[in-house]
């Protein structure tokens, strides 16, 4: 018979007592030197102040590449490079202008969404249909050609975790535009994908089927969408004049930027974090995803800081064009395949700057009951919740080409849409200690794969 108090602690500790203890006072450190010295924030505030936007292609990217390599050079990262990718060039060409063209003339705060063709000049006038879903697109297609479909498509504000309410809408945007200039729409209009209580409007990616005629399209503030959508509901006829400049140019050069710290007993294994250093256009890419590239250049910074010499060759990479085409995200898992890398495991922060509640994760149910051991060793900074399902847009790739386990950061989801892809992303929203308790748990799950492997 096992001893009763044995039994108990098989039940409570499945790592042995003192390594638990160990660990708990290596993260203890990780956390001091963090929270005492941290240098994300202020890493954040140069990237975004002092860089900005940084879309692909645009001059801001190209600061930006050079503010990822100085980074990571001051923040200890044994070598940096740049690994080179196309990116494609989209430009917004100017402002954005719609309004509905009534007897009084009322705004539509819009932006264009991003990969698509403008107007011209001169902007286009038509007669809007209102179209709640594809559903009822099909139902009335033969209403649709010559005027403007507005995509209605709400938010389901009863999902508490707003990333799948993003996931639901998210076709609207990126569908929305070819699917309604099959039945000879001149333009769309989205609702942003948000259910933010202002009225800024969120751009985002869109693709064209090149079957179907390239049509503008743009996102609508929420409050304008639900103007507009009243307006129509009240059976007037209603037109909307917009006005978008924006135009794809020729793809160019853009970068992944990456830092490494050697590995010491397994260098060939390499755990790879990042985030993405492209933003939108309009704002400062503040939450998305300035502060994921400035949490995994921290976890770097603390894990030297305090001396841990990593088993496995820690990478931390700031991918490019994660927001309009994947292609850093692409092209580093192609590279990885054709050197023949090992790549053992990877670790995305994008989902916001807010406090961390959990990790998802792409694993077999094996290791998932390994990570989740680690559980009580995460709670004192915040994560509770360590679940199958999760990872990262950038880091995918790895996953699908090399089957590289996978983990993304899950912060506190219910701020980030009123600031995802619209003006509002800027600094000033992100809190210090939120974006430090990320960076925190991060370099804790970072020491636990590198120490006890998957
Ligand atoms: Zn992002």
């Known amino acids: 018979m096992m001893h009763r108090m044995f039994v108990l602690y098989l039940l409570t500790f499945s790592l042995p007592a003192l390594a638990r203890q160990e660990d708990s006072l290596q993260i203890r450190a990780i956390a001091d030197e963090i929270l005492e010295h941290g240098r994300a924030y202020e890493n954040l505030r140069v990237l975004t102040k002092q860089v900005g936007a940084r879309l692909s292609g645009s001059a801001g990217m190209y600061k930006a590449e050079a503010w990822g390599k100085k980074t990571l050079e001051q923040d200890g990262a044994d070598k940096v490079w740049l690994q080179e990718c196309k990116v494609p060039h989209w430009v917004r060409g100017g402002k954005d202008e719609a309004y509905i063209a009534a007897t009084r003339k009322i705004n539509l705060d819009i932006l264009a969404l991003g990969n698509s063709m403008g107007t011209g000049p001169k902007g286009i006038k038509a007669p809007v249909i209102l179209i709640n879903s594809f559903d009822e697109l099909e139902l009335r297609k033969d209403e649709v050609k010559g005027k403007i479909v507005f995509y209605n498509y709400k938010f389901n504000n009863k999902l508490v975790k707003t990333f799948a309410a993003y996931a639901d809408a998210g076709k609207y945007r990126s569908q929305g535009p ?87 007993e397994f260098p060939d294994q390499i755990i790879t974090i990042g985030g993405h250093l492209d933003s939108w256009d309009p704002a400062e890419g503040a939450h998305d995803d300035g502060a994921g590239c400035v949490q995994s250049i921290e976890v770097l910074r603390a894990l030297k800081a305090i001396g841990y010499k990593p088993k496995r060759t820690i990478r931390i990479v700031l991918f490019a064009n994660e927001e309009n085409g994947l292609r850093g995200g692409t092209k580093y898992a192609e590279e990885a395949k054709a050197k023949g890398e090992q790549h053992y495991f990877a670790l995305e922060s994008d989902a916001g700057g807010f406090t961390p509640r959990g990790f998802g994760f792409t694993v077999s149910d094996e290791q998932l009951t390994k990570i989740r051991q680690w559980l009580p060793l995460f709670t004192p900074y915040g994560v509770f919740e360590l679940s199958q399902g999760g990872g990262g847009a950038d880091i995918g790739p790895l996953n699908r080409t090399l089957k590289t386990p996978l983990a993304g950061l899950q912060p506190d989801s219910q701020r980030y849409f009123d600031i995802h892809h619209a003006r509002n992303d800027v600094f000033e929203a992100v809190n210090k200690r939120e974006l430090e308790l990320g960076a925190i748990n991060m370099a804790a799950l970072i020491y636990l794969v590198d120490k006890y492997g998957l």
């Open 178 to 264: 070819s699917r309604a200039a099959k039945y000879g729409a001149v333009a769309v209009l989205v609702r942003s994908m948000s259910n933010a209580a202002d009225n800024n409007p969120h751009t985002g990616g869109m693709n064209y089927n090149d079957s179907f005629p390239k049509i503008p399209a743009a996102a609508v503030g929420l409050r304008d969408a639900n103007i507009l959508a009243q307006l129509i509901t009240d059976k007037r006829d209603v037109s909307v004049y917009l006005k978008t400049l924006a135009k794809m140019l020729p793809d160019t050069i853009g970068h992944n930027v990456i830092g490494e710290l050697k590995g010491s």
